[in-house]
T-cell receptor, first 112, second 115 residues
């Protein structure tokens, strides 16, 4: 059974810092991995999608990497801003079931 | 594109009442998913449809939960009778069917409170 774990559960950093969020999954049989952002009381916004054949994806200050063999992904946020404060969720699409399996998320606070 | 549309955004009801949540997927998307999010269990997939057909409902917690997709632009999730432990945020998501590589797009969610 696929399990997705995100560490740390919460993170607080001063504005301007570069930071890394971690995601690990137990089964490497995946189609892709997706990073989402969720603001309090809001829905999920897709940030980056990495296909299983890819190693990384970039969008602006965000860079996500994928190491399928080791079951790990990282989301790198450069020059963090208070507006980056949110919960970041990692999810994998299982190639066995086609389902999207989510981690519990990392809640990020960027202090001005 | 308006994105995935869900209604109502908030629902407060009393235990035992019937609750119906609604979803309109993104036009052209023919795969639709219903999720539930709670603090304890995080985001869980309840059921998903491809081309209006339910493919996997193994996540539906009990027979009190049912979902339908009568056409490509509308789906409902019904809870009857509702219980306090059903209180959660329910999300609908859609994507292009048959291509697992495609990303899912989520609606804003319905926050359900059962008293």
């Amino acid at each position: 059974k696929q399990e997705v774990t995100q560490i740390p559960a919460a993170l607080s950093v001063p504005e301007g810092e570069n930071l890394v969020l971690n995601c690990s999954f137990t089964d490497s049989a995946i189609y892709n991995l997706q990073w989402f952002r969720q603001d309090p009381g809001k829905g999920l916004t897709s940030l980056l999608l990495i296909q299983s054949s890819q190693r990384e994806q970039t969008s602006g200050r965000l860079n996500a990497s994928l190491d399928k063999s080791s079951g790990r992904s990282t989301l790198y946020i450069a020059a963090s801003q208070p507006g980056d404060s949110a919960t970041y969720l990692c999810a994998v699409t299982s190639s066995n079931t086609g389902k999207l399996i989510f981690g519990q998320g990392t809640t990020l606070q960027v202090k001005p | 594109d308006a994105g995935v549309i869900q209604s109502p955004r908030h629902e407060v009801t009393e235990m035992g009442q019937e609750v119906t949540l609604r979803c309109k997927p993104i036009s052209g998307h023919n795969s639709l998913f219903w999720y539930r999010q709670t603090m304890m269990r995080g985001l869980e997939l309840l059921i998903y449809f491809n081309n209006n057909v339910p493919i996997d409902d193994s996540g539906m917690p009990e027979d009190r939960f049912s979902a339908k997709m009568p056409n490509a632009s509308f789906s409902t999730l019904k809870i009857q009778p509702s219980e306090p432990r059903d209180s959660a945020v329910y999300f609908c998501a859609s994507k292009l069917a048959g291509v697992f590589q495609n990303e899912q797009f989520f609606g804003p969610g319905t926050r359900l409170t059962v008293l």
